[in-house]
């Protein structure tokens, strides 16, 4: 299991706390500059992993998958982090996570069309930051509506960007109503978030091991949703090879 630093733990004091023995750290939602809305290169991505000691990171780019494949190629081929290929899609209704992807899914279809591709892969769908009205949240409509035809897996029960806790509490009550598993994240738009939430869970193998091993899970984490602090820095360009 890897281990925060102290500039992490400062940020996040949870990281001091170390997993029981076979427990991994498991940050279900963070992005790259792949998604659009961050800026965060790889290179600061790996910096912040090793920092915060999160041993798997599910990276789920808005409707993209080229930021995590080259995470996951550069994260494990050094030994540094398992990483979960995710991409956060856009559909008619709100946002839906589809984690453990060998394709991109494409955006724009409608909820129930965007769950069963994710589904067709031997993928998880995961609901993220449910009932937050600032966010592009599934509609709740649109949530009973795929929940009670049986295709979510998960919902997002703390996000870390989600500034009034009483949302999170709603996530994850609707998610114990309805028996799904209970996820975290800190939807990290900025390197320094990694840390922020994340699931401590027994170590898994595989999306179905996995999904079996999250209800055994404890969230962790808190609001943390800072700027960036300013640096002068080029991003690279997402079109070349980087």
């Known amino acids: 299991m890897a281990v925060a630093t102290a500039a992490a733990i400062a940020r996040h004091p949870h990281l001091a706390e170390p997993c029981p023995d076979g427990f991994v750290r498991v940050d279900m939602h963070s992005h790259t500059m792949f998604s659009g809305d ?42 540094i982090c398992r990483v979960i290929v995710g991409e956060e899609v856009r559909t008619h209704t709100g946002e839906i996570i589809g984690l453990f992807l060998n394709e991109k899914i494409p955006f724009g279809a409608n909820a129930i069309d965007t769950a069963t591709q994710i589904r067709a892969q031997g993928a998880l769908v995961y609901v993220p930051h449910p009932f937050d009205p600032l966010r592009r949240n599934l509609t709740e409509a649109s949530l009973i509506e795929i929940t009670g035809l049986g295709l979510v897996d998960a919902i997002e ?10 949302l999170n509490v709603r996530a994850a009550e609707f998610g114990n109503e309805h028996h799904l598993a209970l996820g975290a994240g800190s939807d990290a738009h900025v390197p320094l978030a990694l840390g922020s939430a994340y699931m401590e869970m027994p ?40």
């Open 203 to 242: 170590d898994f193998d595989g999306p179905a091991d996995f999904l079996q091993k999250l209800r055994h899970g404890r969230i962790v984490g808190h609001h943390w949703d800072e700027a960036r602090p300013w640096s002068p820095r080029i991003v690279p360009s997402v079109v070349d090879d980087y």
């Open 157 to 166: 029960a703390h996000n870390s960007k989600t500034s009034l806790q009483s």
């Open 38 to 79: 961050s800026t965060t290169t790889l290179d600061e991505i790996i910096e912040s992993v090793v920092e915060a000691g999160i041993d798997v990171l599910c990276v789920t780019d808005h409707n993209a998958i080229d930021g995590a494949l080259r995470l996951q190629r550069a994260l494990e081929g050094d030994g």
